[in-house]
């Protein structure tokens, strides 16, 4: 990995530490474990719906959500769904893992109300979706699995909810100049803090033992050019996937605009390595879908 940008002084490293500790002593930390399990078994080609069934009936509260998301208008399906199994044959098993991440992960964008175009709810839309952009992309023109591509668009801002949490008054400060345009969110993170919630995104990540290729493209989503080993072709995917939904408003986003001129590398990176031909019609195909989704997705309350 070639990383071009700037390393954490000492000092800053040290602070980020007792962010992350603060993180590991706070209720966000109670999703820790489900979570990683979740992710395992999503990265886990010989997973099963049993395996998956173990891990949602251990948390109660996960299951209920599930059964009640399963019976919703959003599936439709004729009859009551009335246990986790049922659900999973009704479901899919690959769609409900995906579902149990994203009503686990959801728990930590419920709370706070909207400042300077800024909300948790907002923020959880634009993540919900560059997952699905993310996962499209691989899964059709990459023609791959997209599960670490879903798992890093659902985390790729987890940062910003941890300085929402934790360091408010400066957030609030970031999110105010932000607003009237004085810089790029990431400049006045790297002003005010040190640093930037791309840092504190793969910090968690590497606690939370994600996978490494995951834990790099949080880091490095917003400069995917600085990454060149195997980690290279899902941080352009990520990065592809937030610059689409952050050009189309979906939700909140951290940059006032982003260099299409890095878009296009990503692009063409992309189709150089994979032997692709993503265009921009391709492109409109699969905003389409997520746009369809998150419609989809809205009728039902999640948003």
């Known amino acids: 990995m070639s990383e071009k940008a700037r390393p954490l002084g000492d000092g800053n490293k040290t602070k980020l530490r007792e962010l992350l500790h603060l993180v590991d002593d706070s209720e966000i930390s109670s999703i820790k474990s489900t979570v990683a399990e979740l992710i395992r078994l999503i990265n886990d080609p010989k997973s099963n719906a049993r395996d998956l069934k ?25 009859r009551a769904i009335g246990d986790i199994k049922e659900a999973v044959v009704c479901v899919g098993f690959n769609e409900l893992k995906e579902l149990a991440l994203n009503q686990k992960i959801s728990q930590l964008f419920n709370l706070g109300d909207a400042f ?23 899964t059709r023109e990459l023609k791959a699995p997209g599960g670490n591509a879903y798992v890093a ?60 290729e995951t834990a790099t493209a949080i880091r490095y989503h917003h400069r995917p050019l600085s990454v060149d080993d195997e980690a290279a072709e899902l941080t352009c995917v990520l990065h592809i996937a937030d610059f689409v939904c952050h050009n189309e408003i979906i ?33 409109g195909e699969i905003l389409e879908e997520v746009r369809e989704n998150i419609a989809r997705m809205e009728k039902t309350g999640w948003f």
């Open 54 to 78: 173990e891990v949602i009936q251990l948390d109660p509260p996960l299951t209920a959500k599930l059964l009640k998301l399963a019976n919703s208008a959003y599936f439709c399906f004729p």
């Open 116 to 138: 300077a175009g800024y909300s948790r709810a907002l923020l959880w839309k634009h993540s919900v979706a560059v997952a699905i952009f993310g996962k499209l992309l691989y």
């Open 251 to 283: 939700g909140f986003s951290d940059a006032a605009s982003k260099d299409p001129a890095i878009f296009q590398k990503c692009l063409d990176r992309l189709n150089r390595s994979a032997g692709t031909k993503i265009n921009d019609e391709k492109i």
């Open 153 to 212: 668009g659902l985390l790729h801002d987890i940062g910003i909810i941890v300085e929402d949490q934790f360091l408010l008054d400066t957030f609030f400060r970031i999110l105010d100049e932000y607003g009237i345009g004085e810089a790029d969110f990431t400049e006045l993170e790297q002003k005010y803090l040190g640093w930037n919630h791309t840092d504190i995104g793969h910090a968690i990540a590497v606690d939370w033992n994600f996978p490494e």
